[in-house]
Structure formats: C-alpha cells, structure tokens
C-alpha cells in the first residue's frame, strides 16, 4: 500500500527566504502526488499536483514541486516566502492502479514565517 | 460557481449520541468523498459516493456510515460516539471518480465530550 513521508513537522523560515519542504511516498509506480495547504480552520487548498508529463510543477501562489522518480520524492519549493504562507502543508499521493480513488497523506508540515 | 459546503462548520455531542454532517458538492460534481483529520492520526480516507451509491471505504468501523441522494449531496453519520471521534470532518467533490480534480469543503469540527 502506498504511504507518505514527511519527515519535518515544522519548518520555520525567515520572510522572503526560500524554503523546501520535503515529500517522500513509497513506491514509484504509476502515481498521482499532490501538494495541499490548510491556513487555520479551514479545509484544505490544492497548491499543485503531478499527473503526468514535465517532472517540475508549478502552482498556485508561487509555489513548486519536482517529482523524482528515482528517488520517490516530490518536494515543495519555493523562492522567497512572505508571512502569510504561514501554514500547514499536505503531501498526498494516489495509485493510479487503485480503484479506490483516495488520497494518501502525509503527516503534513507547519510552515512558520517569521518576520 | 460555489465551492464545496459544509454543514454544521462545529458540533459539540457527548459519549453514546449520534451525529449526521451533511455536505453539498459543487454544481455537477457526482463524487463525494469523506475524510478524517485528528491530530493522532492525521488524514484518513473515510469513504466515497458516486451516483448514490458507496464505492469504497476506507479502515473504519461500522458506526461511520454515510449515504448519498440523488442531488449528489453527501450525509455521513457517526453512532454511539467516542471520545475519539473528535476531529474534523473533510468532504471533497469532483465531476466524477477521480482525486485529480477533487475539492475540499471548509470541514465540520466535531467535538465529543
């Protein structure tokens, strides 16, 4: 069964400095990914998804993934983050072989922009 | 075009009582599906509904159940609740049975005291 990685739970950055944050999933065969925020009770926001074609994925708010599929990863990035992307972050995969049609979480990443 | 709806936003039960959450799609979308969040155990896929009838269900036990009309608005209930069933309650909607274009409502905050 596939399962996801995350393996930092809190990333805390400086504003406008760049930051990653890190994906891994367990197998590399035939899977969608997918890149979620959740601001503050509320549900959760797609920022980007990888189904198929240009490894590297760009998303909403000036966010990007690569999908290495090598290495099973699909870390988040971006350039230069301001205070308002204070968040909590969701890496997710779907078998595209799995006739269930759920998505797989990771245990997610606060992401704490300081001024 | 409206987003995905849910009803209640936060609910308070106790121990032993039952709950329904309700969530309406957006408009044309056949496809609900229901999940979890606990900060335990994180998201967990609860269920899913096309053209009123459940396809899958994830890892749980028979007292969440759920049921689909024919306007393709979703009701989830929860029996004889737990302590650990205080969560949040996500409903997300696409056309049709696919995790690719799929949309997450604001979520119902249940707490079982």
């Known amino acids: 069964a596939q399962s996801v990685t995350q393996l930092d739970s809190q990333v805390p950055v400086f504003e406008e400095a760049p930051v990653e944050l890190r994906c891994n999933y367990s197998?590399?065969?035939?899977?969608?990914l997918f890149w979620y925020v959740q601001y503050p009770n509320q549900g959760l926001q797609l920022l980007l998804k990888y189904l198929s074609g240009s490894t590297l994925v760009k998303g909403i708010n000036g966010f990007e993934a690569e999908f290495n599929k090598s290495q099973t990863s699909f870390h988040l990035r971006k350039p230069s983050v301001h205070i308002s992307d204070t968040a909590e972050y969701f890496c997710a995969v779907s078998d595209q072989r799995d006739s269930s049609y759920k998505l797989i979480f990771g245990s997610g990443t606060r992401l704490l922009v300081r001024p | 075009k409206a987003g995905v709806t849910q009803t209640p936003r936060y609910l308070i039960k106790t121990r032993g009582q039952q709950v329904t959450l309700s969530c309406s799609p957006i408009s044309g979308h056949r496809s609900v599906s229901w999940y979890q969040q606990t900060p335990g155990q994180g998201l967990q896929f609860l269920f899913e509904y096309f053209s009123e009838t459940q396809r899958n269900k994830g890892n749980f036990p028979g007292r969440f159940s759920g049921r689909q009309f024919s306007n393709s608005r979703s009701e989830m209930n929860v029996s004889t609740l737990e302590l650990g069933d205080s969560a949040l309650y996500l409903c997300?909607?696409?056309?049709?049975?696919?995790?690719?274009?799929?949309?997450f409502g604001p979520g119902t905050r249940l707490l079982v005291l």
């Open positions: 197998s590399s065969v035939s899977v969608y």
């Open positions: 997300a909607s696409s056309l049709s049975r696919t995790v690719e274009t799929q949309y």
